[in-house]
């Protein structure tokens, strides 16, 4: 249904809740927004008049409309709809409304009204939506008015923090840490008195601060809350940082807990942190400078943890590009401290489906290589890789083409790779591991060796066993439940 009979519709009085649902649905796709105003000639009083509707979500929904039209002259009417509504549900889109709008003129009925729903003791049926109220005040007020982030400067403080990390990647990692840990599934947890140390590990995927809490917390979000005013989360924020209070937060949920339930547990252990914690911690979905987060165990009790936003994470700020099925950093990072006793120093390297060079440049911070190619047959991923590239200033050569339609005049002593995984069927994979091992042994010298990511381990045994031109060197299982392994293979002279 085009827009032009939706709005005909809406001026009509026809349906019109239905046909407001509809047409909100479409100004948020592409150009939507431009089209509906060359239908209006960019005046909305039809969607304003709907604000006075005796249907509730009439008005929710005309008001959300408003918004995303960003319709200038809808301020003072929205304000003066959101100030008469009675109904409690429709009130948190008035504000997040006026929040796309300039509505800076009412700034302080916004914070009085804060307060107000603050300080009130709201029945537990009403809670939810006025839960809802104060965290859209709460954005519209960050969003207008803005907020001082906090300086981390906890470098030289005595911290707990746990580093996750795949669990084949573990022992690598603790070796890099001079301090005393702990091996867990999840990483390596230790005390640490010098975080500048551990940020010149690649290994981890995240930091995670320990909250001293004793035994588990509770599950549920109101005594979660009260029991974490106890803990020492306060103290690690104010201790670690320059500043003053409140920190801006949001609330993460992993651990055993059906994914299906985290956002509402969330929600509610959020709103409930913020009310116990009496505006030192306010809640922000889109302005958090700290997450806390809530690892909910077998036993139903909940281990809390903290990720600062605030502390820089510049190991891989190289990586300006990259694709969503690319390796990330610290994977390529684990791969290469797995296979460093088998690399040279001074090597000539070559990735045949480098994507955006990830590997590559993460095997030149490992040790010096002597030259570098990275190959691909797709011209963004090669674009993509020497824009990245250029920020490290490593010498790496990218060339767009063809893997197997590549040549070069010597040979190389590292192919290095992440084997692609985007067959149609077995029979094209099969035909494609077979062509990699007898392209990669024409271009390997003697004794030359593959570092080798793959989702396929039967294929890369079977052209093992057939060809006999490799030894397997090592293998390591990466993740279980995609079956990647990285396989370290030799070049051998093929037997008479």
């Given amino acids: 249904m085009i827009q032009e009979e939706i709005y005909r519709r809406i001026c009509a009085g026809e349906n019109v809740r239905a046909n407001l649902i509809e047409l909100k649905s479409m100004l948020k796709e592409d150009g939507g927004r431009e089209q509906f105003r060359a239908v209006c000639g960019d005046r909305y009083d039809v969607i304003m008049k709907c604000l006075s509707d005796d249907d509730p979500k009439v008005r929710k929904n005309a008001a959300a409309i408003l918004g995303i039209l960003k319709a200038p002259d809808a301020v003072d009417v929205l304000m003066d709809a ?3 509504e009675e109904t409690l549900f429709v009130r ?7 929040s796309e709008l300039d509505c800076k003129a009412y700034l302080p009925d916004f914070h009085r009204r804060l307060e107000t729903l603050r300080s009130s003791d709201v029945p537990e049926q009403e809670k939810k939506h006025t839960q809802a109220e104060i965290a859209a005040l709460q954005e519209l007020i960050l969003k207008k008015e803005g907020q001082k982030k906090h300086k981390f400067s906890g470098y030289n403080r005595a911290n707990q923090v746990i580093l996750t990390t795949a669990p084949a990647f573990r022992e690598a990692l603790a070796a890099d840490i001079p301090f005393r840990k702990t091996l867990l599934k999840s990483g390596v947890r230790t005390t640490v008195t010098d975080l500048s140390i551990l940020q010149t590990s690649r290994l981890w995927q995240e930091m995670l601060f320990v909250i001293n809490s004793g035994a588990g917390l509770s599950g549920e979000p109101e005594i979660l809350a009260r029991q974490m005013k106890e803990t020492d989360l306060l103290s690690i924020l104010t201790e670690n940082h320059k500043g003053d209070l409140p920190f801006l937060f949001r609330v993460g949920v992993a651990g055993a807990i059906p994914k299906e339930k985290r956002s509402r547990f969330a929600k509610n252990a959020a709103a409930a942190i913020e009310t116990v914690f009496e505006g030192a911690l306010l809640n922000s979905v889109s302005h958090y400078e700290i997450e806390i987060r809530l690892i909910v165990g077998r036993d139903g009790h909940v281990t809390p943890l903290l990720k600062l936003f605030t502390l820089p994470d510049r190991r891989f700020n190289y990586r300006k590009y990259s694709v969503a099925s690319g390796m990330k950093p610290q994977t390529a990072a684990g791969i290469l ?6 690399l040279r120093e001074y090597a000539q390297v070559l990735d045949p489906f480098c994507g955006v060079g990830t590997l590559l440049l993460e095997r030149g911070f490992l040790t010096p290589v002597r030259s570098a190619y990275g190959i691909d047959i797709y011209g963004e991923a090669i674009r993509n890789a020497r824009a990245n590239t250029k920020l490290t200033g490593m010498p790496v050569n990218y060339i767009n083409r063809d893997f197997f339609d590549f040549t070069h005049s010597y040979l190389f002593d590292e192919i290095i790779t992440d084997m692609p995984v985007d067959f149609t069927d077995r029979a094209q994979a099969d035909t494609f591991y077979r062509r990699f091992f007898e392209k990669a042994e024409s271009l390997l010298t003697e004794h030359g060796r593959v570092i080798c990511y793959s989702r396929e381990m039967g294929l890369v045994k079977k052209y093992l066993r057939l060809r006999g ?11 279980e439940k995609s079956g990647a392994h990285l396989f370290l293979l ?3 002279r093929k037997a008479a």
């Fill in 82 to 84: 959101y100030e008469a």
């Fill in 92 to 98: 948190p889109e008035y504000v997040t409304a006026l």
């Fill in 337 to 342: 401290a797995l296979a460093k006793p088998y």
């Fill in 469 to 479: 031109t490799f030894r397997l060197l090592a293998e390591f299982c990466i993740t």
């Fill in 490 to 492: 030799e070049k051998i």
